[in-house]
């Protein structure tokens, strides 16, 4: 029998040619924190049941990783629609979308094949169960496209065949279950029997299937809700739904057709309508001078409050920006996180006394002085910048902590009005291919930090991991106290990012850490044809990372 040489954690090791890398995950679990999910062969990511056919080094990924983290998520999926496919039939698993995701919740639509009852969850999950306990095997099968794009016609599932009618290679990967074929993007585990740690609950019109937190990835925390965000989620995606786009391949169509001028005005226009409406809803509210702006990164909060702004004035208001970012501590008291680096997202990094006693006198009438903050020296300045509040003035106020209470605590709860603004795409992939609305943001802050500040993709893909754990501390879990929720993303608009975002995903070194998410996100951008930036308007908060905004972000 052949033998290769196997590098892992240092160590050269011999093995039969034909080796599984599951086999060899079986054999090195144990020097692991979390259990094995994916691999890499020299760098280049592959699923478990790859073979060994040659002298390389072998690294592993485990539910704690990224990497790992999704394949376990992307696996769950399959086997909640086999369990579809099984109790239901071929109709109802064909015809259920993978939504958004609320909390640690994968929303699921099964648009009446499954009605949405407790009974329904349990048999659900009492099937995922089985095959868990069956250890099912997963298998993976290439196609030509044309060959695929026939059998998803067969099966139903035109909107595959549809994406597939985009797809530039001649070869496509499938799934199957035991009879159920699916299409996923990314990487699956080799068996059920990996999928331990799930639960199946019902909720509105459909199943909410809980999945644990990469953080935390043998523990499935109980559903929470969040009704205004779960509302806000259900709107956007009722507006594909009338507007004929759900998926990447609706909107290729409807690039191909040369019809975007007007989706991207029509899209506009709605944005601008419901921006207009939470302008009346604040100005109606006679004891507001606070508007408080809080989201994650990337949301577009300075565009949007920009065009808030301007709606206020129509209504006779006078609004002033203000950001949160000038209260911040002198750069030497900002807390340090657990690595000892300054951690400039937590509350403690904001002068929270100060803010309140200027927001208090200015609300009593008097004269303040407000403070800048050079970022440069690192220190709070004052140049002379007083403002005193008239009748229709409004304190326009911006910054990750705007919803959180401790915040604002001096101030009366009549003056203010919360408004939480986020990128919450619901454009799918296809319909068991949902698009997170995480990877929205990063592609928008990769093409912003590359145009504002210079920043390598490379850099921004590192940092991301530490932005997000802020939003998870500081921001999510005060979003449902909000007034308002407005969604920012555009339908279209990871179309116009992809020209800008690809190049400078392509600048990543193979041997960087941050190259496997660069190639999966490279992978995600080649589903979609390009739009031109120059088709929208200067004022679209997508100009906000793109460029070209009249508002001069």
């Given at each position: 029998?052949?033998m ?5 954690h240092g160590r ?8 599984t890398l599951e ?6 679990q ?19 049941f ?23 998520m ?17 109709q ?5 979308r ?20 407790m ?6 999950k ?7 306990e069956?250890?099912?095997?997963i298998m ?12 998803f ?32 993007y990314?990487?699956?585990?080799p ?14 019109k459909?199943?909410m ?15 929470t ?5 779960f ?10 739904r ?25 899209q ?5 309508r ?9 100005a109606?509210r006679?004891h ?49 996180d ?16 100060l ?8 609300l009593a ?6 403070p800048?903050f ?8 004052y140049k002379?910048?007083y403002m ?7 304190l ?24 939480y603004?986020?990128a ?5 992939i296809d319909?068991?291919?949902r698009?997170s ?11 912003r ?18 932005v997000r ?18 969604n920012s993303a ?5 179309a ?21 998410e ?11 044809l ?18 070209g905004?009249c508002?001069?972000?």
């Amino acid at each position: 029998m052949e033998m290769v040489t196997v590098t892992i954690h240092g160590r050269q090791k011999e093995v039969p040619q034909g080796t599984t890398l599951e086999e060899l995950a079986a054999e090195y679990q144990q020097e692991y924190d979390g259990m094995i999910a994916a691999a890499s062969i020299n760098g280049k990511i592959r699923e478990l049941f790859k073979k060994v056919i040659k002298d390389c080094t072998v690294d592993f990924f485990t539910l704690k990783d990224e990497v790992g983290h999704k394949t376990y998520m992307r696996t769950a999926v399959m086997l909640f629609l086999k369990s579809v496919y099984d109790l239901f039939g071929a109709q109802a698993a064909q015809g259920s979308r993978v939504e958004f995701s609320i909390g640690r919740g994968i929303y699921v639509s099964t648009y009446g094949h499954v009605p949405a009852t407790m009974e329904n969850a349990v048999k659900l999950k009492k099937r995922m169960r089985q095959l868990a306990e069956d250890k099912v095997t997963i298998m993976k099968r290439k196609y030509h496209l044309e060959d695929a794009m026939e059998l998803f016609r067969e099966k139903g599932m035109e909107d595959k065949a549809k994406l597939f009618r985009y797809r530039m290679s001649s070869m496509v990967n499938i799934y199957e279950v035991d009879g159920f074929y699916d299409y996923y993007y990314g990487y699956m585990l080799p068996n059920a029997g990996y999928v331990k740690w799930f639960d199946v609950i019902s909720y509105e019109k459909g199943f909410m299937l809980m999945i644990p937190a990469m953080e935390t990835p043998e523990k499935v925390e109980e559903f929470t809700e969040r009704r205004k965000l779960f509302a806000t989620m259900e709107n956007a995606g009722e507006w594909g739904r009338v507007a004929g786009i759900e998926t990447v391949g609706d909107l290729n169509d409807q690039i191909c057709r040369g019809s975007m001028s007007d989706l991207i005005l029509v899209q506009e226009a709605e944005q601008e309508r419901k921006i207009g409406e939470i302008a009346k809803e604040i100005a109606g509210r006679g004891h507001v001078k606070f508007v408080m702006i809080a989201g994650p990164s990337s949301s577009g909060k300075t565009s949007f409050s920009h065009r808030l702004s301007i709606q206020l004035r129509t209504l006779g208001k006078t609004p002033h920006p203000i950001a949160l970012d000038n209260y911040f501590v002198d750069r030497e008291l900002t807390p340090k996180d657990e690595k000892g680096e300054y951690n400039f997202e937590c509350l403690g990094a904001i002068d929270v006394k100060l803010f309140n006693e200027d927001m208090t006198r200015l609300l009593a009438g008097e004269r303040v002085e407000l403070p800048s903050f050079n970022f440069k020296i690192g220190k709070r300045e004052y140049k002379g910048d007083y403002m005193q509040l008239g009748e229709n003035d409004i304190l326009v106020i911006e910054g990750i902590h705007g919803l959180n209470e401790k915040m604002s605590y001096a101030l009366p709860e009549e003056s203010k009005y919360k408004i939480y603004i986020s990128a919450l795409t619901t454009l799918n992939i296809d319909r068991h291919n949902r698009i997170s609305t995480t990877d929205g943001r990063l592609l928008r802050r990769l093409v912003r930090d590359a145009r504002t500040r210079g920043s390598s993709a490379q850099r921004t893909i590192r940092m991301w991991p530490s932005v997000r754990k802020g939003e998870e501390e500081n921001i999510f879990p005060f979003q449902e106290g909000a007034d308002a929720m407005f969604n920012s993303a555009l339908i279209y608009e990871l179309a116009v990012l992809k020209p800008f975002a690809e190049p400078l995903l392509f600048q990543i070194p193979k041997d960087a850490p941050e190259y496997y998410e660069a190639k999966r996100l490279l992978k995600f951008l080649d589903y979609f044809l390009s739009v031109p930036s120059e088709s929208l308007p200067n004022n679209s908060l997508c100009r906000e990372f793109v460029g070209g905004s009249c508002f001069n972000v």
